[in-house]
Antibody, heavy 127, light 111 residues
Framework: EVQLVESGGGLVQPGRSLRLSCTTS????????VTWVRQAPGKGLEWVGF??????????EYAASVKGRFTISRDDSKSIAYLQMNSLKTEDTAVYYC??????????????????WGQGTMVTVSS | QSALTQPRSVSGSPGQSVTISCTGT?????????VSWYQQHPGKAPKLMIY???ERPSGVPDRFSGSKSGNTASLTISGLQAEDEADYYC???????????FGTGTQVTVL
């Protein structure tokens, strides 16, 4: 069974840092891109960023709202992906989901969709 | 990059059909066939319902179908059932600068 489990959320002051983890099982994480999506309380979904699989150089892409502050990494040997969040702002308050990138065919440099999601972890940025 | 535009809410009686629109631009929905739809029940994680405009993942009922015309994608739920009551979000690939953009979300109510 494919599973993704986020952890590391909590309450943090503005300007501080937090690292989220996405622990996966039931599939070989090395064969997939991992994407982070967030949802502010009562709001819609927002794409945060993703990391490609090693076969695609493991490069990353980020939304403009987090670029330069957030960093995604992966440790395929541990089946874990990470979201390092620095210089946090109150507007970063959200549930953060990690997802698996799905490709129907082709090079898959960019995923077609996000087929499995974790349950999410809440990050609250407040003084 | 602005979010894709969806109606705030749609409703229908059991057995009826409802259609949710997702309007973007010629830089996202209109340019690529990487449009997907997600169902989200309250307090739960989103679930993939449609990918590549009109493809259904294994396990998704064929009551759910997708289409696209120009800059607008649509999700149709036929034979509406009580368990279909949820929020629905579209998502489109938007090129190498913006990458992905989600819709504003639509609440589906089964009357």
């Amino acid at each position: 069974e494919v599973q993704l489990v986020e952890s590391g959320g909590g309450l943090v002051q503005p300007g501080r840092s937090l690292r989220l983890s996405c622990t996966t099982s039931g599939f070989t994480i090395g064969d997939f891109a991992v994407t982070w999506v967030r949802q502010a309380p009562g709001k819609g979904l927002e794409w945060v960023g993703f990391i490609r699989k090693k076969a695609h150089d493991g490069t990353t892409e980020y939304a403009a709202s987090v670029k330069g502050r957030f960093t995604i990494s992966r440790d395929d040997s541990k089946s874990i992906a990470y979201l390092q969040m620095n210089s946090l702002k109150t507007e970063d308050t959200a549930v953060y989901y990690c997802t698996r990138g799905y490709c129907s065919g082709g090079s898959c440099y960019f995923a077609d969709a996000f087929d499995f999601w974790g349950q999410g972890t809440m990050v609250t940025v407040s003084s | 990059q602005s979010a894709l535009t969806q109606p705030r809410s749609v409703s229908g009686s059991p057995g009826q059909s409802v259609t949710i629109s997702c309007t973007g631009t010629s830089s996202d929905v209109g340019a690529y066939n990487r449009v997907s739809w997600y169902q989200q029940h309250p307090g739960k994680a989103p679930k993939l319902m449609i990918y590549d405009v009109n493809e259904r993942p294994s396990g998704v009922p064929d009551r759910f179908s997708g289409s696209k015309s120009g800059n607008t994608a649509s999700l149709t739920i036929s034979g509406l059932q009580a368990e279909d009551e949820a929020d629905y979000y579209c998502c489109s690939y938007a090129g190498t600068h913006t990458i992905y953009v989600f819709g504003t979300g639509t609440q589906v109510t089964v009357l």
